[in-house]
């Protein structure tokens, strides 16, 4: 087994400064290995989640949805495993019931600060956590899709599920309001980063909606950082069902209205054979490798190619293995 690296805990400041920009499990997965390499962490993170326990707090509360945030913080802590393990439980009666003790939390110090920014700053002390977390905007935001038939999709949590039902290709997202003001925080981090890391995640509901924020974008064409796209390891039914590597960049210049990305990280590891099958089987989902045409077409646009084994399989999921990939993005540097 690889012996895992880690940085002396007792070192308060070391390492690159880096910024990630995503949401669902793909960034706090992320996390867990760009924190073994530096503590210079601050992570943006998507609000458009409408779905779940976030969802019904955002709408009883009136507050952002603190699902996405609360995995980047636990990511990101420094606590006893216990701690992690009370932050994410999840009652499973009642009226809380699916409800996370995390997002309860979340909610209680918005209501104490009276500010969501501040509350996650006062949970990330609680969690002793290495970095900084920030919402992509403190507005209240509603994700719609445009599929290619014309029709439109409304809701962050409508999107992947209902797309995948009916089989749908998404042809662009949008937000409203259009107009998103972005926190200053996220702005300077971006300006002053080292490295930017895009994903993992859902393309369309993870990654992009952060790009649809005002200025964020244009602070990623502009910054002398270097800007890192991760690709998923698998293609995700509902969002990007068939699509090659150059679809996932095409994606995502379209709507940045501008090529952002320096670097790509793609998988080379073959996939195992049972997962693979499991994964086409029943969400008939399938690996993401380049192929000559996608490596012509980032000699085209500029874009350098980082390949390399960072896939793990755990408990049958194929995921990325965030040590693996953390060295796979560093060496470069």
Do not use: W
Not at 251 to 267: E, G, L, P
Request: aromatic letters at 6%; hydrophobic letters at 40%.
């Amino acid at each position: 087994m690889e012996k895992k690296f880690m940085y002396p805990t007792e070192t308060k400041n070391f390492g690159k400064k880096i910024v990630t920009i995503g949401g669902g499990t793909g960034n706090s997965i992320l996390l867990r290995g760009v924190k073994n390499f530096t503590s210079n962490i601050t992570t943006i993170v998507t609000v458009a989640d409408d779905g779940g326990g976030s969802g019904v707090l955002r709408e009883d509360l009136g507050m952002l949805p603190p699902g996405d945030i609360r995995n980047c913080l636990v990511a990101l802590a420094n606590t006893e495993p216990i701690m992690e393990k009370l932050i994410n439980y999840r009652f499973s009666n009642g009226q809380l019931k699916g409800q996370s003790l995390g997002n309860l939390l979340i909610a209680a110090m918005n209501d104490i600060c009276g500010d969501f920014n501040e509350a996650i700053k006062e949970i990330s002390n609680v969690l002793a956590i290495t970095g900084k977390v920030l919402p992509m905007t403190l507005d209240n935001v509603k994700l719609f899709a445009e599929l290619e038939d014309g029709s439109t999709i409304e809701g962050e949590s409508n999107i992947t599920f209902l797309n995948r039902k009916n089989g749908g290709k998404i042809k662009r997202v949008y937000t409203s309001p259009k107009l998103i003001l972005p926190l200053k925080e996220s702005i300077d981090s971006i300006m002053d980063a080292d490295i930017v890391l895009l994903g993992p995640g859902s393309l369309y509901t993870s990654i992009i909606p952060n790009l649809l924020v005002t200025d964020i974008s244009q602070a990623l064409k502009e910054t002398k950082a270097e800007v890192v796209y991760i690709l998923n390891i698998m293609t995700q039914p509902g969002e990007t069902n068939g699509y090659s590597v150059t679809d996932h960049v095409a994606a995502i210049i379209d709507h940045a209205n501008s090529n952002i990305i320096d670097k790509i990280v793609v998988n080379s590891k073959e996939v195992d054979k049972y997962a693979k099958y499991r994964y086409k089987s029943i969400e008939n989902s399938t690996p993401i490798y380049l192929t000559d045409e996608d490596r012509e077409d980032m000699k085209e646009l500029g874009i350098e190619i980082i390949e390399a084994d960072i896939c793990d399989i755990s408990y049958d999921y194929i995921v990325h293995d965030p040590n693996k990939l953390m060295k796979a993005i560093l060496e470069r540097y």
